[in-house]
T-cell receptor, first 114, second 114 residues
Framework: EADIYQTPRYLVIGTGKKITLECSQT?????MYWYQQDPGMELHLIHY???????EKGDLSSESTVSRIRTEHFPLTLESARPSHTSQYLC?????????????FGEGSRLTVL | AQSVSQHNHHVILSEAASLELGCNYS??????LFWYVQYPGQHLQLLLK??????LVKGIKGFEAEFIKSKFSFNLRKPSVQWSDTAEYFC????????????FGSGTRLQVQP
């Protein structure tokens, strides 16, 4: 069983609010990822990190930002949420040594912006 | 950049029927290939993976997939599905070199009727 946790699981907020989605893993993985998933659509990579103080943007342009101050923690922040940000956000991590690409996923954070 | 196509968006089968879900990718180089499964209300988890060697790989719960390099395909199969196989299935690919992040297909929703 993978040890990667996301909070909150569900969040409903109003437009203009600042939100932070938390993601923590206890496996000591260097690599962490944020994917955005809409119903019936593929997962889109929005951010990834290969280690502390390393963050990169993914394939899908996103107004969110991320930080990686500690290995185990990879929070995602939206400074001013809009209805277009309504989606499910999935956090994942992977080992760096084997570098095989196998990801361990959290249960996701479903965000609704009114 | 690589991409993944899953042509079956929604599949409905009766128990004991055979299953084959299509997955094609586009990328000119060497790739690692994965199938992930998401059961209702649960997080994404790895079903099986291909890195090298025997193109027929076996995963958990009786699933298998065959990598056909000439067809850029990695179809998922199961000889006899069960009601508990009801889930969403995602094919994913990661290149062997360059930026190492998974690219997912849009997923196939499998519904198995008892």
């Amino acid at each position: 069983e993978a040890d990667i946790y996301q909070t909150p699981r569900y969040l409903v907020i109003g437009t203009g609010k600042k939100i932070t989605l938390e993601c923590s893993q206890t496996m000591g993985h260097d690599k962490m990822y944020w994917y955005q998933q809409d119903p019936g659509m593929e997962l889109h990579l929005i951010h990834y990190s290969y280690g502390v103080n390393s963050t990169e943007k993914g394939d899908l342009s996103s107004e969110s930002t991320v930080s990686r101050i500690r290995t185990e923690h990879f929070p995602l922040t939206l400074e001013s949420a809009r209805p277009s940000h309504t989606s499910q956000y999935l956090c994942a991590s992977s080992e760096s040594i084997t570098n095989t690409g196998e990801l361990f996923f959290g249960e996701g954070s479903r965000l609704t912006v009114l | 950049a690589q991409s993944v196509s899953q042509h079956n968006h929604h599949v409905i089968l009766s128990e004991a029927a055979s299953l084959e879900l299509g997955c094609n990718y586009s990328y000119g180089g060497t790739v690692n290939l994965f199938w992930y499964v998401q059961y209702p209300g649960q997080h994404l988890q790895l079903l099986l993976k291909y890195f090298s060697g025997d193109p027929l790989v076996k995963g958990i719960k009786g699933f298998e997939a065959e990598f056909i390099k000439s067809k850029f395909s990695f179809n998922l199969r199961k000889p006899s599905v069960q009601w508990s196989d009801t889930a969403e299935y995602f094919c994913a690919v990661i290149p062997d070199t360059g930026r190492r992040a998974l690219t997912f297909g849009s997923g196939t929703r499998l519904q198995v009727q008892p």
